[in-house]
């Protein structure tokens, strides 16, 4: 598709700079770490030496240029490859990263971002509970003020990163006050005393990236890690979780995009009926809508990108990309297995495991229910008679 009317110079460089690196270096593995369960490691460090973990922070911390319009080619590029390895980038990057660079004092900036762009501290983003996913004003983790330091007690799950992190958000409740205000956010070390970390094994998709329970036991933190005010630590969590949504549809958009050129290719080399699959009316009518909803998730995920970078409201328009382009994933790896027939079953086929890797889009990072509440709640306040 022609994107030079969409991109700037600089972004069409940066997305065939990271088309050629994921290709070359994540793409091969893909397929081995996903069957191993495997933490991509290599990759995270490839990344690292590419600069993009600094996308969009101060250059006198380590960081580039660009913001979340680079930050959304940067990981089509990768979930295209691999969406294991885009997952365990978009936690430490747009959560974790995100968290402590757009919260964080200049004292405390420079003592955590540096380690985090270079790659060295891996980060991983603790909100959800046992109990308490989609209601993130209904958390339990406790957090008690004594002496001038902050003791954490209480379990979180489905931690992305949480195994191999060195940093964590934390999100807890302060001093069992009730509702989000008593709601606060800590930067946790992850060799704090008390701390036991729980893999969970065994997921559908994007198995190259890690998932854990972790488990604080009277954690002890101080008081220079606290992020923002006390009381901060809700507000923190829904912006986040309003940009970074925009970096999952772009995920969801690299996971289509790659099930698609999958199935253009094949659909152009299998003979049926002494012609290629690619000359039959059904399996054109397959790639063409493939490609339209592509070309749409692709564009709502841009503009929302876009009004992020310019400071402008964009919590509707980051649930609508995040929403179209998840449902979007699970269309076309649907139809790409389809036109793959008995060969798109099997685990050897990279369409298999674009497929399972899909579904997760539509559930982290806010469900596809949850983007239809937010975008009618929303609305509903714009058109008020």
């Known amino acids: 598709m022609n994107n030079s009317l969409l991109l700037t110079e600089e972004q069409l460089l940066l997305k065939k700079t990271l088309s050629e690196f994921s290709q070359k270096h994540i793409a091969p593995h893909a397929h081995l770490l996903d069957q191993n369960e495997q933490f991509p490691t290599e990759n995270l460090q490839g990344l690292a030496s590419l600069g993009v973990m600094g996308t969009g922070i101060d250059p006198e911390l380590g960081g580039s240029s660009g913001g979340y319009q680079e930050l959304a080619v940067v990981v089509e590029e990768i979930a295209k490859a691999c969406a294991g390895t885009s997952t365990s980038f978009i936690a430490h990057v747009s959560l974790t990263l995100a968290t402590i660079y757009n919260f ?8 955590f971002v540096p380690g985090m762009i ?6 991983a983003w603790c909100l959800t509970e046992p109990d308490c996913g989609s209601d993130a004003s209904a958390l339990s983790c406790q957090v008690e003020k004594n002496n001038g330091s902050y003791v954490i007690n209480g379990t979180k799950t489905f931690i992305t990163n949480a195994n191999e992190a060195s940093l964590f958000t934390v999100f807890a409740r ?6 989000s205000k008593g709601i606060i956010c800590l930067v946790v070390d992850r ?8 893999p969970l094994k065994g997921k559908m998709g994007i198995r190259a990236s890690s ?24 507000k923190i969590a829904m912006q986040i979780l309003d940009s970074s949504r925009i970096i999952i549809a772009s995920q969801a958009v690299g996971i289509a995009q790659g099930s698609l050129e999958k199935a253009l290719s094949y659909s152009q080399q299998r003979q049926t009926f002494n012609r290629p699959l690619a ?3 059904a399996i054109q009518f397959m790639l063409a809508d493939c490609a339209t909803k592509i070309e749409a998730a692709r564009l709502l995920t841009r503009r929302a990108a876009l009004l ?5 409201p964009h919590t509707i328009e980051s649930a609508m990309a995040k929403l179209f382009a998840s449902e979007t994933a699970h269309f076309v790896t649907d139809k790409a297995l389809q036109i793959h027939g008995g060969y798109g079953f099997f685990k050897d086929n990279p369409v298999e495991r674009y497929y399972r890797d899909a ?27």
């Open 104 to 111: 964080s004092r200049p004292d405390q900036r420079e003592k």
């Open 118 to 123: 270079e790659g060295r501290d891996i980060g």
């Open 174 to 179: 302060l001093n069992n006050q009730p509702g």
């Open 191 to 198: 060799h704090s005393p008390g701390i036991t970390i729980n």
């Open 211 to 234: 998932t854990a329970e972790i488990d604080f036991n009277n954690t002890k933190v101080p008081a220079f890690n606290v992020l923002g005010q006390e009381e901060d630590g809700f």
């Open 279 to 281: 000359q039959h009316q």
């Open 308 to 312: 992020k970078d310019q400071n402008l």
């Open 359 to 385: 579904k997760i889009t539509e559930i982290y990072e806010g469900s596809s229910e949850i983007q239809r509440l937010v975008i009618a709640r929303n609305i509903l306040k714009l058109y008020q008679i």
